[in-house]
Each structure stands twice: as structure tokens, then as C-alpha cells.
């Protein structure tokens, strides 16, 4: 038994050596360090290239409802993706901290993920970052409620699969670069939005914080400050980690 474990440990750890790629940030010249940033960037905040880029940010959005949704013990009914860059989780709630648990990880999620894929990018688990994000979004697909979402999920997905399988270690790595930005980028986007929302009154009764809100004695100012807190710690990781990889 202790020699089959031995093996099995042996194993795993093989796998991981295997997966993991000697590319990293801290190999890569600065010029590609800063240039990738910047191209999550762009994509972030150029109006048309948002128009296609922000629908896997929105899916990172859903996805952080989904995954706080399942550690409830929620039964979930379904994800919509619309044409606004909008999105919806339906799930089946009956707890109101496990409400407000899900409610909260929608806005910090791409922040987090994206906070996430820059450590994968400068420890050299860009590929296995790559891996786990195509599982996630098989997840949202057996979710998926609208054709939109379909495609934006299978799409998503498959760009992803093909990368991390076929990629070389450099493109796995300057991908999932990229779209850690893009994400961390996005995340503040979606956060100036929905204060917006808040400080004008149009469409606040959307609003993620405005909905707990409305489900707990904590106002939604709040939950908004607690929102800009992560994503900006968030943010500030991503940027130190590009002014080491520059120094």
C-alpha cells in the first residue's frame, strides 16, 4: 500500500513537472511584458474591441455567482449572457448569508481570477491556468441558457483549449497574460458602471449591491466599498507584478 501511494504521489508530481512551463514573466524581455499589458488594457477600454471582449469578462462575472452559488449548497437553475454585456445566475436560495455570498463574488470575481492569472503567468502555470479556465467554462455551459451564451462560452473555450494544448509555452503564457488584464481591467470597468448606477438612480435596482442591500441592514454603499476594495487590491498586485517583471 505505502509503495502504491508512493507511486501515486510520484505521479502527480510528474504530471505537474510536466505541465509546467519554464516561461514565465521573468524570462520575457520587458517590451512584452508591458506590451501584453497593455493589449488587455486596449481591449478593456477601446470601445469596439469592448464590444466582443467584455462577453468573457461578463462570463467571469457569472461564473463567480456560480461557484459561491455551489459552496452554498444552491441549486442552480441556469446563466444568461445578453447582448448588452449583461448577465444573469438564476439559482434556488435559501439562506440569506448564502444569498448575500453569492450576490458579492459577481463584480470582484474577474478581479480575483484575474489576480489569479498573473501568479500563474509569473510562476510558469500559464497552461494549467488554461486548463482549469476551459473547466470552468464547461461548467457554465451545461448552465447556459441563451444561444448567446452558448457561443460566447464554446467560443471562449475552445480559443483557450487550443492554446493550452497546442500552444507553445511563451503563447500560453502571453494569453493568459493578456486576459488577466483584460479581466483586472474589466473589473474596474464593471465597478465604475454600477457606481454610476448608484449615484444617478438609473437602473440601480440591478445592482448587485443595491439587491443586498436591500436583503441586509448593510446599505449598498458598502457593499460597493467592500467590491472596490478587492478589485483594487487586485489591481495593485497586477501592477507591481509588471514593475518587477520591468526592473
Known amino acids: 500500500m505505502a509503495e502504491a501511494s508512493g507511486g501515486m504521489t510520484g505521479g ?9 512551463v519554464d516561461e514565465t514573466l521573468a524570462t520575457m524581455p520587458p517590451s512584452v511584458v508591458l506590451g501584453f499589458a497593455l493589449a488587455g488594457v486596449v481591449l478593456a477600454v477601446y470601445g469596439p474591441a469592448w ?3 467584455g ?4 462570463i467571469v462575472h457569472e461564473l463567480g455567482h456560480v461557484v459561491a452559488a455551489l459552496t452554498a449548497g444552491f441549486r442552480l437553475r441556469g446563466v444568461t449572457v445578453r447582448g448588452d454585456l ?8 435559501h439562506s440569506t448569508a448564502g444569498t448575500l455570498w453569492t450576490t458579492w463574488w459577481g463584480y470582484p470575481a474577474p478581479a480575483v481570477v484575474g489576480w489569479a492569472l498573473v501568479w ?11 486548463g482549469i479556465l476551459v473547466a470552468c467554462l464547461a461548467l457554465v455551459f451545461l448552465l447556459s441558457r ?16 487550443l492554446v493550452g494544448w497546442y500552444g507553445s509555452a511563451w503563447l500560453c503564457t ?70 518587477t517583471a520591468l526592473d
Not at 462577453?55 to 461578463?58: A, F, K, Q, S
Not at 500563474?120 to 488554461?130: E, F, M, Y
Not at 441563451?146 to 483557450?160: D, I, K, R, Y
Open 174 to 243: 502571453v494569453v493568459v497574460y493578456a486576459f488577466a488584464w483584460l479581466l483586472t481591467v474589466g473589473a474596474v470597468r464593471g465597478l465604475w458602471a454600477v457606481v454610476r448606477a448608484h449615484t444617478s438612480g438609473r437602473g440601480v435596482q440591478q445592482s448587485d449591491a443595491y439587491l443586498m442591500g436591500r436583503r441586509s441592514v448593510v446599505p449598498g454603499g458598502i457593499w460597493l466599498f467592500t467590491f472596490a476594495v478587492v478589485i483594487g487590491a487586485c489591481a495593485w498586485f497586477n501592477v507591481d507584478a509588471v514593475i
Open 51 to 53: 464590444r466582443l471582449a
Open 146 to 161: 441563451s444561444w448567446l451564451t452558448v457561443a460566447v462560452v464554446l467560443t471562449t473555450g475552445a480559443a483557450f483549449g
Open 12 to 20: 502527480v508530481r510528474d504530471w505537474f513537472a510536466n505541465v509546467r
Open 55 to 58: 462577453y468573457p469578462v461578463t
Open 86 to 93: 449583461s448577465g444573469a445566475t438564476n439559482f434556488w436560495s
Open 120 to 130: 500563474a503567468a509569473a510562476h510558469g502555470w500559464a497552461r494549467l491556468a488554461l
